[in-house]
């Protein structure tokens, strides 16, 4: 008999099915079969009925370990705890790893979130309890404090005894950390280190010392890029005492990392990239901020057009060239602010000096102002048979490229010195302000060359 695959869709059509049917039995092998990202994908799109069957079927354990994949926002995915028997959430909550539960339970109403964990057992309720207080987008936040410990002084075998007691709680087994008295982080070694010596070296001999680790307030953007440089696995947390308090995993690191970018993004658009409202009206009311204010910025462009009304009264061929110029300005105001904003996010730049990116964006606005706007004093004078007119156009380009380049590092650069994140700045502002600025650097050549020109 061939075997044949089935798809995602059959396999939540059959689950549906069984659940509707309420096939206890057959849906346990159905659905425990999956793997457990394919649980959570199949669970949210489940109906509150279906759901309620579900926990029933299902034991605190494989619920907890199927919450742990579930890709849902955590302000979602705290709802479905209110469906629950509450001493059912808690052993749920209880069987999940802790900083996937902080996560959710952070957005749970508190006197939910005291329910709860009146069914957590004592210690993990109060472990929750301090992770739920460390401030959001740090180390403490994102941490977990499933980990090994050991203790220098025993045997490979003593540790190995360890390992394989702990490895069912333990969010990762491959590194082993050595504490001290008071859970002091004295070294780390591998599970590797473990497997390849004789059971009789001690500990103390192995341990790589000293550790890198991080504090428990350390930006979590940090913490990506020290897992990024040296490819950790797991970076340990320690307190102001250097008091091993939990780890960070590669795959939290993941998600800090997407959650990064959806920011930079969402900055650079002027948009909330991760929260677009289904309803047309409330996205619009989302965007309006930015769109208006960028439309009363862009009110000084019409001012410096007015101000120049007689000069194009004169020759309305001077009104053709405007566009070309302002979106050639907006487009490399906008690359350069990419980079940098990048640049500025990027520690590893911290010992090159920003005046020197200044610089060389300025340089290269001028290089490609000056290859653009030859091009284009060709093409204009050809076109208006006045070349005249063309090199005036050509050189407005130049200027135009290179202060956009300048406005783009300078905006950013401004917003971090005085504490702002330099990625909420769009791109949209970066153009708007290079707009008006090459419509001054146009008409004021212009008006310079006008003897010429006539």
């Not at 075997?3 to 059509?13: A, G, L, P, S």
Request: proline residues 3%; contains cysteine.
């Amino acid at each position: 008999m061939v075997e044949t695959n089935m798809t995602t869709h059959d396999r939540e059509t059959e689950i549906k099915a069984l659940l509707t049917k309420q096939k206890a039995t057959a849906f346990r092998e159905a659905y425990l079969d999956l793997h457990v990202y394919e649980q959570a994908q199949i669970f949210v799109d489940l109906d509150k009925t279906q759901r309620a069957r579900l926990y029933r079927y299902l034991t605190p354990e494989e619920v907890g370990d199927m919450f742990n994949a579930i890709e849902e926002e955590p302000q979602d995915v705290v709802g479905y705890f209110k469906e629950m028997p509450l001493k059912y959430a808690g052993e749920v909550i209880y069987e999940m790893y802790t900083d996937n539960a902080v996560d959710i339970l952070a957005y749970a109403d508190p006197q939910d979130l005291n329910e709860y964990l009146h069914h957590v057992p004592q210690e993990a309720a109060n472990e929750i309890r301090e992770m739920l207080h460390y401030e959001d987008k740090t180390a403490g936040a994102i941490m977990s404090t499933e980990y090994v410990a050991i203790t220098a002084n025993q045997t490979v075998r003593s540790a190995l005894q360890v390992v394989k007691k702990e490895a069912l709680d333990a969010e990762t087994i491959y590194y082993i950390y050595v504490i001290e008295d008071e859970n002091k982080l004295q070294g780390v070694l591998t599970l590797r280190d473990l497997l390849t010596n004789d059971d009789d070296v001690l500990i103390s001999d192995l341990m790589n010392t000293p550790v890198m680790s991080v504090r428990v307030d350390e930006d979590q953007a940090e913490v990506a890029q020290t897992i990024r440089d040296y490819n950790f696995l797991a970076l340990p947390v320690t307190d102001f005492d250097d008091t091993l308090i939990g780890i960070i995993n590669v795959d939290d690191i993941i998600d800090v990392i997407d959650e990064e970018s959806a920011e930079d993004y969402s900055g650079f658009a002027g948009v909330d990239v991760e929260n677009t409202p289904a309803n047309p009206f409330r996205a619009a009311w989302s965007r309006l901020p930015w769109s208006l204010g960028l439309l009363i910025l862009g009110l000084a462009t019409a001012v410096v057009i007015e101000h120049y009304q007689a000069l194009i009264q004169d020759d309305s061929t001077l009104i053709i060239f405007i566009a070309m110029i302002m979106g050639a300005a907006g487009n490399a105001g906008t690359q350069s602010l990419a980079v940098a904003a990048r640049r500025l996010t990027n520690k590893e730049d911290e010992s090159e000096s920003f005046g020197k990116l200044i610089l060389a964006e300025v340089w290269a606005g001028l290089l490609v102002g000056l290859a653009s706007g030859l091009v284009f004093a060709l093409i204009a004078g050809w076109w208006q048979h006045n070349y005249l007119l063309g090199l005036v156009l050509g050189l407005a380009l130049m200027l135009s490229i290179a202060t956009a380049n300048l406005l783009g590092c300078l905006v950013p650069w401004g917003l971090d010195r005085i504490g702002i994140d330099s990625s909420v700045v769009p791109g949209a502002l970066i153009a708007t302000v290079s707009d008006v600025s090459s419509v001054i650097l146009y008409f004021g050549l212009v008006q310079v060359f006008l003897r010429w020109m006539v």
